[in-house]
């Protein structure tokens, strides 16, 4: 079992940038990791993914030119960074683990609890 635990998320005005952490108590190195997000009333969104060994990464429709993802497997940690933050980045943000670098969540069996941003305008 794996699990996750997101951090980094708060309210932020429109223009900033935002880290966003996900750690575990486990070694990552063997997992793709991801991120999604999920905005009120609308469906979870992938984001960007990330593979353990060769950090390749896959990011989701026009994500590539704000979010950059990023790991550090010695302190099992995934990253995602959001520059020039949006209103409408506004979110609870989701980290996962699983076995292949997709955009597909079900194919992700290791959620975190999520972290919220708020983005003021």
């Known amino acids: 079992q794996v699990q996750l635990v997101e951090s980094g998320g708060g309210l932020m005005q429109a223009g900033g940038s935002l880290r966003l952490s996900c750690t575990s108590s486990?070694?990552?190195?063997?997992?793709?990791m991801a991120w999604f997000r999920q905005a009120p009333g609308k469906e979870r969104e992938f984001i960007a993914a990330?593979?353990?060994?060769?950090?390749?990464?896959l990011y989701g429709h026009s994500m590539k030119d704000r979010f950059t993802i990023a790991r550090d497997n010695a302190k099992n940690t995934a990253y995602l960074q959001i520059n020039n933050l949006k209103f409408e980045d506004s979110a609870v943000y989701y980290c996962?683990?699983?076995?292949?670098?997709?955009?597909?969540?079900?194919?992700?069996?290791?959620w975190g609890p999520g972290t919220q941003v708020t983005v003021s305008s």
């Open positions: 996962a683990a699983g076995a292949d670098v997709v955009g597909a969540e079900d194919r992700y069996p290791y």
């Open positions: 486990r070694t990552l190195r063997s997992y793709a």
């Open positions: 990330i593979a353990g060994s060769t950090g390749g990464t």
